[in-house]
Protein backbone atom coordinates (compact mmCIF):
# COMPACT_ATOMS: atom_id res chain seq x y z
CA UNK A 1 0.00 0.00 0.00
CA UNK A 2 1.89 3.46 -1.03
CA UNK A 3 -0.24 5.88 0.72
CA UNK A 4 -1.45 5.21 4.18
CA UNK A 5 -5.43 5.49 4.28
CA UNK A 6 -5.18 6.36 8.09
CA UNK A 7 -3.76 9.58 7.27
CA UNK A 8 -7.01 10.37 5.89
CA UNK A 9 -9.72 7.94 7.22
CA UNK A 10 -10.58 6.40 10.07
CA UNK A 11 -13.52 3.82 10.54
CA UNK A 12 -16.25 3.27 7.14
CA UNK A 13 -17.94 6.56 7.47
CA UNK A 14 -15.74 7.43 3.89
CA UNK A 15 -16.39 5.62 1.17
CA UNK A 16 -13.99 3.89 -1.55
CA UNK A 17 -14.52 3.67 -5.18
CA UNK A 18 -14.23 0.67 -7.39
CA UNK A 19 -11.16 1.67 -8.79
CA UNK A 20 -10.09 1.99 -5.29
CA UNK A 21 -7.40 -0.56 -5.23
CA UNK A 22 -6.25 0.37 -8.86
CA UNK A 23 -5.07 3.84 -7.93
CA UNK A 24 -3.27 2.00 -4.90
CA UNK A 25 -1.33 -0.29 -7.33
CA UNK A 26 -0.69 2.51 -9.83
CA UNK A 27 1.18 4.80 -6.65
CA UNK A 28 -1.69 7.41 -5.96
CA UNK A 29 0.55 9.58 -3.44
CA UNK A 30 -2.65 11.85 -2.14
CA UNK A 31 -6.14 11.60 -1.87
CA UNK A 32 -8.69 13.70 -0.67
CA UNK A 33 -12.21 13.79 0.34
CA UNK A 34 -15.23 15.16 -1.78
CA UNK A 35 -18.75 13.89 -1.69
CA UNK A 36 -17.79 11.41 1.54
CA UNK A 37 -15.65 9.74 -0.78
CA UNK A 38 -11.50 8.93 -0.67
CA UNK A 39 -10.80 10.94 -4.47
CA UNK A 40 -6.64 10.40 -5.40
CA UNK A 41 -5.49 13.76 -6.66
CA UNK A 42 -1.99 13.31 -7.60
CA UNK A 43 0.47 9.86 -8.66
CA UNK A 44 3.18 12.22 -9.36
CA UNK A 45 4.33 15.74 -9.31
CA UNK A 46 1.87 17.92 -10.19
CA UNK A 47 3.63 19.69 -13.04
CA UNK A 48 4.83 16.46 -14.61
CA UNK A 49 1.29 15.14 -14.52
CA UNK A 50 0.13 18.98 -16.16
CA UNK A 51 2.63 18.32 -19.18
CA UNK A 52 1.38 14.69 -19.37
CA UNK A 53 -1.94 16.03 -19.82
CA UNK A 54 -1.41 18.32 -22.04
CA UNK A 55 1.31 16.29 -24.39
CA UNK A 56 -0.60 12.61 -23.78
CA UNK A 57 -3.64 11.00 -22.21
CA UNK A 58 -4.43 10.20 -18.50
CA UNK A 59 -6.98 8.60 -16.50
CA UNK A 60 -8.65 9.67 -13.27
CA UNK A 61 -10.55 8.09 -11.06
CA UNK A 62 -13.64 10.58 -10.45
CA UNK A 63 -16.03 8.00 -8.97
CA UNK A 64 -16.69 11.52 -6.60
CA UNK A 65 -18.64 12.79 -8.64
CA UNK A 66 -21.52 10.88 -7.54
CA UNK A 67 -24.68 10.63 -10.01
CA UNK A 68 -27.84 11.80 -8.50
CA UNK A 69 -30.95 9.57 -10.64
CA UNK A 70 -34.32 10.91 -11.34
CA UNK A 71 -36.92 9.06 -12.49
CA UNK A 72 -40.33 8.59 -12.85
CA UNK A 73 -43.63 9.76 -14.93
CA UNK A 74 -42.97 13.55 -13.81
CA UNK A 75 -38.71 13.19 -14.11
CA UNK A 76 -38.72 15.79 -16.87
CA UNK A 77 -41.32 18.31 -15.16
CA UNK A 78 -39.19 17.92 -12.03
CA UNK A 79 -35.35 18.05 -13.25
CA UNK A 80 -36.17 21.15 -15.48
CA UNK A 81 -37.69 22.73 -11.77
CA UNK A 82 -34.09 22.75 -10.71
CA UNK A 83 -31.69 24.67 -13.01
CA UNK A 84 -32.41 27.55 -15.46
CA UNK A 85 -31.56 25.82 -18.54
CA UNK A 86 -34.54 24.60 -20.21
CA UNK A 87 -34.29 20.88 -20.42
CA UNK A 88 -36.81 20.87 -23.63
CA UNK A 89 -33.26 21.28 -25.86
CA UNK A 90 -31.88 18.35 -24.24
CA UNK A 91 -32.21 15.40 -26.55
CA UNK A 92 -31.98 11.73 -25.26
CA UNK A 93 -28.20 10.88 -25.83
CA UNK A 94 -27.06 14.53 -24.59
CA UNK A 95 -25.52 16.26 -22.11
CA UNK A 96 -25.26 19.90 -20.75
CA UNK A 97 -23.21 21.67 -18.35
CA UNK A 98 -25.88 23.12 -15.70
CA UNK A 99 -26.03 24.56 -12.81
CA UNK A 100 -29.03 24.04 -9.85
CA UNK A 101 -30.61 27.16 -8.13
CA UNK A 102 -31.86 27.94 -4.43
CA UNK A 103 -34.70 30.16 -4.23
CA UNK A 104 -32.24 33.22 -3.53
CA UNK A 105 -30.62 32.13 -6.77
CA UNK A 106 -27.47 30.78 -5.34
CA UNK A 107 -25.46 28.04 -6.57
CA UNK A 108 -26.27 24.95 -5.41
CA UNK A 109 -24.24 22.47 -7.77
CA UNK A 110 -23.10 22.72 -11.18
CA UNK A 111 -23.37 19.31 -12.32
CA UNK A 112 -22.86 17.84 -15.47
CA UNK A 113 -26.79 16.64 -16.84
CA UNK A 114 -27.00 13.75 -18.80
CA UNK A 115 -30.41 12.33 -20.10
CA UNK A 116 -31.08 8.92 -20.91
CA UNK A 117 -34.55 8.39 -21.54
CA UNK A 118 -37.42 10.75 -21.79
CA UNK A 119 -38.05 10.81 -17.78
CA UNK A 120 -34.95 9.63 -17.31
CA UNK A 121 -31.71 11.67 -15.81
CA UNK A 122 -28.31 11.67 -14.09
CA UNK A 123 -26.62 15.05 -12.57
CA UNK A 124 -23.16 14.13 -12.45
CA UNK A 125 -22.49 16.10 -9.26
CA UNK A 126 -19.63 18.68 -7.71
CA UNK A 127 -19.02 18.20 -3.93
CA UNK A 128 -22.38 19.09 -2.46
CA UNK A 129 -25.50 17.01 -1.36
CA UNK A 130 -27.71 17.45 -4.56
CA UNK A 131 -29.44 14.82 -3.41
CA UNK A 132 -30.88 15.58 -0.05
CA UNK A 133 -31.47 19.23 -1.87
CA UNK A 134 -33.58 17.15 -4.68
CA UNK A 135 -35.28 15.22 -1.73
CA UNK A 136 -36.78 18.09 -0.06
CA UNK A 137 -38.16 19.91 -3.36
CA UNK A 138 -39.47 16.39 -4.33
CA UNK A 139 -41.33 16.59 -1.05
CA UNK A 140 -42.86 19.19 -1.93
CA UNK A 141 -43.61 19.15 -5.22
CA UNK A 142 -46.49 17.36 -5.84
CA UNK A 143 -44.71 15.16 -8.77
CA UNK A 144 -44.07 11.23 -9.58
CA UNK A 145 -40.31 10.81 -9.01
CA UNK A 146 -37.44 8.59 -7.65
CA UNK A 147 -34.50 9.96 -7.01
CA UNK A 148 -31.68 7.19 -5.83
CA UNK A 149 -27.98 7.30 -6.36
CA UNK A 150 -27.18 4.18 -8.77
CA UNK A 151 -24.34 2.02 -9.21
CA UNK A 152 -22.67 4.58 -11.36
CA UNK A 153 -18.90 5.38 -11.35
CA UNK A 154 -16.91 7.70 -13.34
CA UNK A 155 -13.45 7.84 -14.75
CA UNK A 156 -12.05 10.36 -17.14
CA UNK A 157 -9.74 9.81 -20.01
CA UNK A 158 -8.39 12.81 -21.07
CA UNK A 159 -5.28 14.71 -23.21
CA UNK A 160 -4.65 14.89 -26.91
CA UNK A 161 -4.26 11.53 -27.69
CA UNK A 162 -7.57 10.38 -25.46
CA UNK A 163 -9.36 9.85 -28.86
CA UNK A 164 -7.45 6.59 -30.15
CA UNK A 165 -7.81 5.34 -26.41
CA UNK A 166 -11.42 4.90 -26.59
CA UNK A 167 -11.57 4.19 -30.61
CA UNK A 168 -8.94 1.40 -29.51
CA UNK A 169 -11.78 0.21 -26.67
CA UNK A 170 -15.00 1.07 -27.99
CA UNK A 171 -14.64 1.92 -31.74
CA UNK A 172 -15.22 4.17 -34.02
CA UNK A 173 -18.89 5.25 -32.40
CA UNK A 174 -17.76 6.62 -29.77
CA UNK A 175 -15.07 8.81 -31.60
CA UNK A 176 -17.52 10.16 -33.54
CA UNK A 177 -19.47 11.49 -30.65
CA UNK A 178 -20.29 15.04 -30.68
CA UNK A 179 -19.06 17.63 -27.84
CA UNK A 180 -21.44 16.78 -24.56
CA UNK A 181 -23.28 13.66 -26.26
CA UNK A 182 -22.87 10.16 -24.80
CA UNK A 183 -23.72 7.15 -25.41
CA UNK A 184 -24.51 3.46 -23.81
CA UNK A 185 -22.76 0.08 -24.07
CA UNK A 186 -20.69 -2.86 -22.95
CA UNK A 187 -17.20 -3.67 -23.25
CA UNK A 188 -16.37 -7.26 -22.41
CA UNK A 189 -19.80 -7.19 -20.87
CA UNK A 190 -18.85 -4.61 -18.23
CA UNK A 191 -22.23 -1.93 -18.75
CA UNK A 192 -20.76 1.76 -19.54
CA UNK A 193 -22.06 5.28 -20.74
CA UNK A 194 -19.51 7.02 -22.43
CA UNK A 195 -19.54 10.95 -22.54
CA UNK A 196 -17.41 13.41 -24.33
CA UNK A 197 -16.47 15.22 -21.73
CA UNK A 198 -14.60 16.16 -19.57
CA UNK A 199 -13.16 18.60 -16.90
CA UNK A 200 -9.73 19.64 -18.54
CA UNK A 201 -10.06 21.22 -21.49
CA UNK A 202 -8.63 19.10 -23.50
CA UNK A 203 -9.98 16.17 -25.55
CA UNK A 204 -11.88 14.19 -23.47
CA UNK A 205 -14.07 11.70 -22.55
CA UNK A 206 -15.74 9.79 -19.46
CA UNK A 207 -16.70 6.29 -18.75
CA UNK A 208 -19.44 5.88 -16.33
CA UNK A 209 -19.39 2.15 -15.18
CA UNK A 210 -22.92 0.76 -14.11
CA UNK A 211 -21.58 -2.15 -12.06
CA UNK A 212 -19.21 -1.13 -9.07
CA UNK A 213 -17.80 -5.12 -8.88
CA UNK A 214 -15.70 -4.64 -12.48
CA UNK A 215 -13.85 -1.88 -11.62
CA UNK A 216 -10.67 -3.15 -11.69
CA UNK A 217 -11.40 -4.58 -14.40
CA UNK A 218 -12.46 -1.83 -16.57
CA UNK A 219 -9.33 0.39 -15.24
CA UNK A 220 -6.97 -2.31 -16.32
CA UNK A 221 -8.45 -2.31 -19.71
CA UNK A 222 -8.42 1.17 -20.14
CA UNK A 223 -4.55 1.04 -19.51
CA UNK A 224 -3.62 -1.39 -21.29
CA UNK A 225 -5.45 0.42 -24.28
CA UNK A 226 -3.63 3.39 -24.08
CA UNK A 227 -0.26 1.62 -23.48
CA UNK A 228 0.92 2.78 -27.11
CA UNK A 229 -0.05 6.13 -26.25
CA UNK A 230 1.53 6.12 -22.85
CA UNK A 231 -1.76 6.80 -20.53
CA UNK A 232 -0.52 7.78 -16.69
CA UNK A 233 -2.82 7.57 -14.21
CA UNK A 234 -2.81 10.99 -12.29
CA UNK A 235 -5.14 13.21 -10.47
CA UNK A 236 -7.31 15.98 -12.19
CA UNK A 237 -5.30 18.86 -13.20
CA UNK A 238 -5.86 22.30 -11.48
CA UNK A 239 -3.08 24.26 -13.52
CA UNK A 240 -5.40 23.27 -16.65
CA UNK A 241 -8.88 24.32 -15.51
CA UNK A 242 -7.92 27.43 -14.16
CA UNK A 243 -5.88 28.12 -17.79
CA UNK A 244 -9.10 26.92 -19.49
CA UNK A 245 -11.44 29.45 -16.63
CA UNK A 246 -13.08 26.30 -15.45
CA UNK A 247 -14.62 27.06 -11.96
CA UNK A 248 -14.37 24.51 -9.15
CA UNK A 249 -17.57 24.71 -6.82
CA UNK A 250 -17.00 25.29 -2.92
CA UNK A 251 -13.52 27.80 -3.98
CA UNK A 252 -14.66 29.72 -6.93
CA UNK A 253 -18.42 28.94 -6.72
CA UNK A 254 -20.87 28.22 -3.52
CA UNK A 255 -23.93 28.89 -2.51
CA UNK A 256 -23.32 32.52 -1.48
CA UNK A 257 -22.82 33.00 -5.52
CA UNK A 258 -24.93 33.64 -8.33
CA UNK A 259 -24.39 32.86 -12.24
CA UNK A 260 -24.19 36.27 -13.21
CA UNK A 261 -21.22 37.11 -10.44
CA UNK A 262 -19.41 34.77 -11.81
CA UNK A 263 -19.65 34.55 -15.49
CA UNK A 264 -22.10 31.16 -15.59
CA UNK A 265 -24.96 33.47 -17.08
CA UNK A 266 -25.19 31.81 -20.54
CA UNK A 267 -26.49 28.56 -17.94
CA UNK A 268 -30.07 30.62 -17.64
CA UNK A 269 -32.16 30.58 -20.56
CA UNK A 270 -34.28 33.49 -20.84
CA UNK A 271 -36.88 32.26 -22.42
CA UNK A 272 -37.21 28.98 -21.05
CA UNK A 273 -41.21 28.86 -20.18
CA UNK A 274 -41.10 26.69 -17.42
CA UNK A 275 -40.60 27.65 -14.17
CA UNK A 276 -37.71 27.00 -11.62
CA UNK A 277 -36.77 27.25 -8.05
CA UNK A 278 -34.85 30.93 -8.13
CA UNK A 279 -36.09 31.94 -11.23
CA UNK A 280 -37.51 35.26 -9.56
CA UNK A 281 -34.28 36.10 -8.05
CA UNK A 282 -32.21 36.07 -10.89
CA UNK A 283 -34.75 38.45 -12.45
CA UNK A 284 -33.98 40.42 -10.06
CA UNK A 285 -30.56 40.40 -9.48
CA UNK A 286 -30.14 40.15 -13.70
CA UNK A 287 -32.40 43.77 -13.44
CA UNK A 288 -30.56 45.77 -10.58
CA UNK A 289 -27.02 44.69 -11.46
CA UNK A 290 -24.35 43.05 -9.48
CA UNK A 291 -21.78 44.40 -6.98
CA UNK A 292 -19.16 42.47 -7.40
CA UNK A 293 -17.56 40.00 -10.62
CA UNK A 294 -15.16 37.45 -10.28
CA UNK A 295 -12.45 38.34 -12.77
CA UNK A 296 -9.58 37.09 -14.44
CA UNK A 297 -6.00 37.47 -12.24
CA UNK A 298 -2.41 37.60 -12.81
CA UNK A 299 -0.07 37.83 -9.79
CA UNK A 300 3.58 38.87 -10.16
CA UNK A 301 6.75 37.36 -8.97
CA UNK A 302 8.11 34.16 -8.17
CA UNK A 303 6.40 30.37 -8.93
CA UNK A 304 3.23 30.28 -6.12
CA UNK A 305 2.00 26.77 -5.12
CA UNK A 306 -1.63 26.46 -5.45
CA UNK A 307 -3.76 28.52 -2.43
CA UNK A 308 -5.07 26.47 0.66
CA UNK A 309 -7.38 29.25 1.55
CA UNK A 310 -8.96 32.56 0.09
CA UNK A 311 -6.49 34.69 0.38
CA UNK A 312 -7.32 38.68 0.89
CA UNK A 313 -6.90 41.21 -2.07
CA UNK A 314 -6.38 45.07 -0.63
CA UNK A 315 -6.63 48.24 -3.00
CA UNK A 316 -5.26 51.14 -1.04
CA UNK A 317 -4.84 49.20 2.24
CA UNK A 318 -8.44 48.33 2.36
CA UNK A 319 -9.74 44.91 1.65
CA UNK A 320 -11.65 45.08 -1.39
CA UNK A 321 -11.98 41.28 -2.11
CA UNK A 322 -10.35 37.71 -2.39
CA UNK A 323 -8.54 35.13 -4.34
CA UNK A 324 -10.32 32.28 -4.76
CA UNK A 325 -8.23 30.09 -6.75
CA UNK A 326 -4.56 30.72 -8.20
CA UNK A 327 -1.82 28.62 -9.23
CA UNK A 328 1.64 28.95 -11.56
CA UNK A 329 1.26 27.84 -14.95
CA UNK A 330 4.17 26.39 -16.27
CA UNK A 331 3.38 26.83 -19.68
CA UNK A 332 2.46 30.42 -19.59
CA UNK A 333 5.08 31.20 -16.55
CA UNK A 334 2.66 33.26 -14.42
CA UNK A 335 0.82 32.71 -11.42
CA UNK A 336 -3.11 33.10 -12.99
CA UNK A 337 -6.03 32.65 -10.66
CA UNK A 338 -9.78 34.24 -10.08
CA UNK A 339 -10.30 36.50 -7.86
CA UNK A 340 -13.65 37.83 -6.64
CA UNK A 341 -13.87 41.68 -6.06
CA UNK A 342 -16.40 45.01 -6.51
CA UNK A 343 -17.84 45.37 -10.12
CA UNK A 344 -15.73 48.40 -10.45
CA UNK A 345 -12.40 46.61 -9.71
CA UNK A 346 -13.09 43.61 -12.26
CA UNK A 347 -11.86 45.55 -15.38
CA UNK A 348 -9.35 44.60 -17.19
CA UNK A 349 -6.15 46.47 -16.18
CA UNK A 350 -7.20 46.78 -12.65
CA UNK A 351 -4.42 46.97 -10.16
CA UNK A 352 -4.20 45.62 -6.32
CA UNK A 353 -2.38 44.12 -4.17
CA UNK A 354 -2.61 40.25 -2.95
CA UNK A 355 -1.72 38.80 0.34
CA UNK A 356 -0.09 35.32 0.27
CA UNK A 357 0.53 33.66 3.50
CA UNK A 358 4.24 33.16 4.28
CA UNK A 359 4.97 34.97 1.12
CA UNK A 360 3.56 38.64 2.08
CA UNK A 361 2.41 41.03 -0.38
CA UNK A 362 2.65 40.37 -4.40
CA UNK A 363 1.20 42.71 -6.87
CA UNK A 364 -1.97 41.63 -8.59
CA UNK A 365 -3.34 42.60 -12.08
CA UNK A 366 -7.31 41.87 -13.50
CA UNK A 367 -7.01 40.20 -16.99
CA UNK A 368 -9.37 38.54 -19.32
CA UNK A 369 -10.22 34.50 -18.68
CA UNK A 370 -10.13 32.39 -19.78
CA UNK A 371 -6.11 32.29 -20.33
CA UNK A 372 -6.08 29.75 -22.93
CA UNK A 373 -8.36 28.68 -25.96
CA UNK A 374 -11.14 30.86 -25.05
CA UNK A 375 -13.13 29.50 -27.79
CA UNK A 376 -13.08 25.56 -26.73
CA UNK A 377 -11.48 24.42 -29.65
CA UNK A 378 -9.18 21.89 -28.21
CA UNK A 379 -11.75 19.88 -26.37
CA UNK A 380 -14.43 20.16 -29.04
CA UNK A 381 -11.48 18.99 -31.65
Known sequence: MPFDMRLVQRGARLRRSPFFDATQRHGAKAYTVYNHMLFPICFADLEEEYWHLVN????????????????GPDAFRFTNLLTPRDLAHCAVGQGKYVVITAEDGGIINDPVLL???ENHFWLALADSDVRLWAEGVA?????????????????????????????ALFGDRVTELPYYHFLETKLDGIPVVVTRTGWSAEVGYEVYLRDGSRGDELWERIM?????????????SDVRRIEAGILNWGADITLDTNVYEVGLERLVDEGKPDGYIGREALRRIKAAGVSRKLAGVEIAGDPI???????????????????????????LKKNIGYVMVPLAQATPGTHFQVAIPGVGERAATVVPMPFIDPKKEIPKG
Not at 59 to 71: A, K, Y
Not at 313 to 328: E, M, P
Open 56 to 71: AVTLWDVSVERQVEIT
Open 115 to 117: RLG
Open 139 to 167: LHAGLRVEITEPDVSPLQIQGPKAKPVVQ
Open 224 to 236: AAGKPYDIRPTGP
Open 305 to 331: EFNATKWPVADGGRTVGHVTSAIHSPR
